[in-house]
């Protein structure tokens, strides 16, 4: 009976043994989704760029509207960041029918593709583009996603980028914006204002020696040796070296650009928060403040938030 434990006991070790070797050879769950995740993308991108060479890129109307049938009927979120890459760039039609999936694709949940609405809403070179992302983004189901036009807006360092932002808030109503509006509706940045050019003339003094090649010369030696006397002769190298001196002249030109700190208003936002609030302080922002802090604002705008919670930087 006493045998009969002892093996139990160690047969129970050894698949215990067995399976912790298994268990640390096998990847953890988060490598196997990062993995089973690229290979989706990858897959999708193959796709996806076989339905453009074949339907999109041929100079036919048919081929073309079978060719969008087909992406819009791709249903998997990992089809979105795919389809951005392949039809984001300058064909204007291709830009319209990624516009087309990313709509059909924010209605469905995908996070990806709203995020991508919004950059396109502030980042695209064509203000139709731009103004057809809104436009989607404002019809889509429930309250509009507006966490990175946001971000762009408070944090942005580029003015135009701000104002873009700003704008689209407005056209979909997002009424938090209006604190930080105000906060971007006057900024001090830095600007080249003018430039100091100073000219000045250096004088380089080169000295230098110049070598003539070597010639070699006989010269006749005349020794005493026991029982008389001995001759012979021997060459010498001889250098004919020539002093060289010049001066040269240059001119310098440097350029130092004149920076100053102002003070730059913004016309964008001001357009927008006229359109959000229905009052118009001008650029005055102790005024605009002064109105947040009054009893007919806090009807209309909601209690102030961070743009970025803590827990996203």
């Not at 030109?253 to 016309?267: E, G, I, K, L, N």
Request: glycine share 6%; net charge neutral; aromatic share 6%.
């Amino acid at each position: 009976m006493r045998h009969w434990m002892l093996s139990g006991v160690a047969l129970v070790t050894v698949l215990g043994a067995g399976r912790a070797a298994l268990a640390a050879e096998e990847p953890a769950p988060a490598a196997k989704a990062e993995a089973a995740g690229e290979s989706a993308y990858t897959e999708r991108l193959k796709e996806i760029r076989l339905i453009e060479i074949k339907y999109l890129r041929p100079n036919d109307e048919k081929a073309f509207k079978e060719g969008r049938d087909k992406l819009l009927a791709i249903e998997d979120p990992a089809a979105v960041k795919p389809m951005v890459q392949v039809l984001y760039g300058e064909n204007a039609r291709y830009r319209g029918l990624l516009l087309e999936a990313l709509t059909a694709a924010a209605n469905r949940g995908s996070k990806l593709a709203r995020a991508y609405l919004q950059e396109i809403a502030v980042g695209d070179s064509i203000a139709a583009n731009r103004s057809r992302a809104v436009g989607n983004l404002k019809g889509l189901s429930g309250d509009p996603p507006t966490d990175r036009l946001m971000a762009h807006l408070a944090q942005d360092k580029v003015p135009a980028i701000r104002g873009r932002a700003a704008t689209a808030l407005a056209t979909l109503d997002e009424k938090r914006a209006i604190w930080l509006m105000v906060e971007q509706l006057v900024t001090e940045e830095t600007r080249v204002t003018g430039a100091e050019v100073r000219d000045a003339q250096v004088a380089l003094d080169i000295r230098a020696q110049q070598c003539d090649t070597p010639t070699f010369r006989t010269y006749p030696i005349t020794a005493a040796v026991p029982g008389g006397t001995a001759t012979f002769t021997i060459e010498l190298p001889q250098v004919n070296v020539v002093d060289v001196a010049t001066t040269v002249a240059m001119s310098d030109r440097s350029v130092q650009p004149t920076v100053q700190r102002v003070q730059v208003q913004h016309p964008e936002i001001l357009a927008a928060l006229k359109a959000l609030t229905g009052k118009d302080f001008g650029y005055n922002q102790a005024a605009w403040q002064q109105w947040l802090q009054s009893p007919d604002a806090a009807k209309l705008v909601p209690a102030w938030q961070p743009a970025i919670k803590p827990a996203e930087k």
